[in-house]
């Protein structure tokens, strides 16, 4: 099970000592992956220099695989833009390890420019861990409207701590949950050497949400439950399960699911324990409560 809780360490980091070396952190590391060029220019991402009113999709890169121009938004909205849906917007980054970091990791945040009037506060979740990052105001619109030199660089950097990290598939989701948007210049990892990127397969639970209300299937009153997953790489086999809910087959393409568990009502609440499993092996778990509903 994740937990929640701000371990993480934010320093923002001018822009003329940003380096492997000498980033605040004390200690010696390399570039282990980066999306875009470190260049004051967002022109290498998708919509870019000023496509944002055909915004549609939040940005989900895997690195090995994905390619900025398809798959990372130039422009990073929240939810006082109202030509991305006035909603919060969380961009995803999927990547392999061969094996946990020997120390700890930083993740860089480099921005080409930030909303004006309403900046925003990015939170930076690493694994399931949070830490929130109050950005300053940047230029105004020219940048987002075709102009990048036009904005105000910002940069800042999260430590991770090794123990936030794993063997296998690993997740950064970077969340703007309040104002306006941001621009991107390049957002990239660092890791102590020796630290060796592995193919990035594997599953992962988002989050498991149960209805508060009954509704009737097949002449029954059941609980929902909905599943949010992610699956990259070979996903045939892999089910979501619960007791006393008949398992939920996860589609086999890559990306982001939601799958619907059906419980038998209960009286009085209980938790229940949703597993992403193949065979007799469990990926990924957590543990919710289930109260008793109401039928609609």
Known sequence: MRHAGPVFSVLVVPAVILCAAATGFGEAMDRLWQIGAEDDSASEFRFAPDGYPSYREDGLFVVGR????????????????????????????YFGLKKRPASACRLLVDLVDTHGERPP?????????????????????ASITGNPKAGKEHRFAVRIPA??????LNEVRITNGDLSWVVYDAVAMDAPSGTALAPAEGALLESVEV????SRAGGRLLQ?????????????GLEVRADGAAAA???????????TLRLSPV??????TVRLARGLETLDARTVRQSPGRER
């Open 66 to 93: 994905s390619d900025p121009g398809r798959d990372w938004p130039y422009c990073h909205p929240g939810p006082s833009d109202g030509w991305a849906g006035g909603q919060a917007h969380t961009f995803y980054i």
């Open 121 to 141: 506060t990015l939170t930076v979740t690493v694994n399931g861990t949070s830490q929130a990052h109050r950005c300053p105001p940047g230029g105004g619109d």
């Open 163 to 168: 123990q936030r990290l794993k063997a296998g």
């Open 211 to 214: 209805d508060p209300w009954l």
């Open 224 to 236: 929902e439950v909905r599943v949010r997953l992610t699956a990259l790489g070979e996903a045939k």
């Open 249 to 259: 087959p996860v589609p086999p393409e890559d990306g982001l699911h939601t799958v």
């Open 267 to 272: 009286q009085a609440p209980r938790d229940v």
